[in-house]
Nanobody, 121 residues
């Protein structure tokens, strides 16, 4: 069983910063990719940032230049530094990990429960 736990969400004023963390636990063999997604009320879930085991990174268009993703796959962790936050960044932020476990060595994706980020203007 794999679990992902996000932390670091909260309320911040426009222009502020937050750092989100996500740690995966369980019988993890290897991690291929860890991502951050977000979902605002009434909107579809969208990619915020993605990083793979080689350190290749992709950012969503709406956050480019304002966020930075980093990883420590040795500790099954991914981080998201968010700066210059805007009210439109308000959403639940979800962590996703694509990984292999000792039991199932085919890569599968797992999601965290999400952490709320609220930006007030």
């Amino acid at each position: 069983q794999v679990q992902l736990v996000e932390s670091g969400g909260g309320s911040v004023q426009s222009g502020g910063s937050l750092r989100l963390s996500c740690v995966a636990s369980g019988e993890i063999l290897s991690i291929s990719v860890m991502d951050w997604y977000r979902q605002a009320p009434g909107k579809q879930r969208e990619l915020v940032a993605s990083i793979n085991e080689l350190g290749n990174i992709n950012y969503g268009e709406s956050v480019k230049g304002r966020v930075a993703i980093s990883k420590d796959f040795a500790k099954n962790a991914v981080f998201l530094q968010m700066n210059s936050l805007k009210s439109e960044d308000t959403a639940v932020y979800y962590c996703r990990a694509t990984l292999k476990t000792h039991m199932v060595q085919r890569a599968q994706s797992y999601w965290g429960q999400g952490t709320q980020v609220t930006v007030s203007s």
